[in-house]
Structure formats: C-alpha cells, structure tokens
C-alpha cells in the first residue's frame, strides 16, 4: 500500500486565494482526519470523517475552512479566501477503527504558506 | 478545555544517555499512543498503550501508561542519532469518541 498520499506537497499563494489540499486514505481506513501544525499551536484537529460522514468539525477555524469526503478514497479540505495566518503544514491521517483502538497512518502533509 | 502536556519541551542529549519525557492529560484517555516526528517529516505511530498500569518495550524504548490514566511516559536507553526528532503522546479521552488530542511534543536533539 502506497500510504496516506497528500497533493500539493507545497503550496504557496496569495492572501485572498483559495487553496485545495487533497488526500487519498490508505484503502480500507474507514476513518480519515484532517490536522493542521504549527508552532505555536502544534498538531489540531480540524475535522474527522467516518464511513465519508463528517463526525466532527468543531475544530475548524471559522467560515472559511470546508472540507468534503464525496468518496472513501478522497477527501479535500479547502480554505476560501486564504489568509496569511492559515500558513502551516496540513495532514491528512486514516485510521481503520479510529482513535479509541487503532493509531492512525499520517501523510506527508501539504505545507502552505500565504503571502 | 482538554489539554495533553508534555515535559520537557526540548532536550539535548549526548550519544549514549538516556531520554525520558512524560505526558500529562487534565481527564482520563480511553488509550495513550505515541508517535515520532522526524524534523521536516511526518507523525509515525510508534505504539498504543489500553490498561491502567501497562507498560511495552520496543528495543530501547519502554513505554508506560499511567495508573489513573491521565499520563504516559517514554523512555529511550542509549540514544543514538537515528532517536532525533519530535516524540508526541496522544489519546482520546473517553468522551471524545474516536479523535486524538495530541500533546505538545518533545523535540530530542542528540550529539554525536
């Protein structure tokens, strides 16, 4: 299996834009999350999906955030319009029980920065 | 709100000591799981602890699961180089279904 696989790996653009980040869970992982990491903020939970099912967005930011899951093997998280202080790096993690009995395969993450 | 903390916040080590960091939860996890993270990398889960009181090895790192279930400790005997990165707890606690909170991190630096 080829993994969590995450497009863009990098992704600059300007304030104002919208940004689409992608991911492909591991085939067979019912359960897929998206996380954002920075420094100040480390690694937070933005939103889970069971079965394509959004379960939990409470970790989303504001307005701006969506994320979709038309499929069990797609999922993008979208942010419209971008601003410069949504620059981090972006995982995308698939579990198959999730976290109360299973860990979780990372990928290798989208690293947006806003200019 | 639910925080996980972890101490210390950065360590640097000499080849060949020992590491420890630990992991505090304010309210109990369902499980306790570890992950690394290589500079520039990605999270990798390393192992998931479930008993009050548990403890695993992996090769040089022991893992412990504390007995109320709130904190966690990993131990590495005789760093070596491959050891450096960023070392995270994780858990979900029992009310938060199937989401991990992730603690702060521990960055390990080890000279050669």
């Known amino acids: 299996d080829a993994g969590v696989i995450q497009s863009p790996r990098h992704e600059v653009t300007e304030m104002g834009q919208e940004v689409t980040l992608r991911c492909k869970p591991i085939?067979?992982?019912?359960?897929l999350f998206w996380y954002r990491q920075t420094m100040m903020r480390g690694l937070e939970l933005l939103i889970y999906?069971?079965?394509?099912?959004?379960?939990?967005d409470s970790g989303m930011p504001e307005d701006r955030f969506s994320a979709k899951m038309p499929n069990a093997s797609f999922s993008t998280l979208k942010i419209q319009p971008s601003e410069p202080r949504d620059s981090a790096v972006y995982f995308c993690?698939?579990?198959?029980?999730?976290?109360?009995?299973?860990?979780?395969?990372f990928g290798s993450g989208t690293r947006l920065t806003v200019v | 709100g639910q925080q996980v903390m972890q101490i210390p916040q950065y360590q640097h080590v000499q080849e060949g000591e020992d590491f420890t960091t630990y992991c505090n939860s304010s309210?109990?996890?369902?499980?306790i799981q570890w992950y690394k993270q290589r500079p520039g990398g990605h999270p990798v889960f390393l192992i998931q602890?479930?008993?009050?009181?548990e403890v695993k090895k992996q090769k040089r790192l022991t893992f412990q699961f504390g007995e109320a279930k709130k904190n966690s400790s990993l131990h590495i005997t005789a760093t070596q180089t491959t050891d450096v990165g960023t070392y995270f707890c994780?858990?979900?606690?029992?009310?938060?279904?199937?989401?991990?909170?992730f603690g702060t991190g521990t960055r390990l630096a080890v000279r050669p």
């Open positions: 993690a698939s579990s198959s029980m999730g976290g109360r009995t299973a860990g979780y395969t």
């Open positions: 085939s067979g992982h019912d359960y």
């Open positions: 999906f069971n079965n394509n099912v959004p379960i939990d």
């Open positions: 309210t109990t996890l369902s499980n």
């Open positions: 602890l479930v008993k009050s009181g």
């Open positions: 994780a858990g979900p606690y029992e009310s938060s279904g199937d989401k991990l909170t």
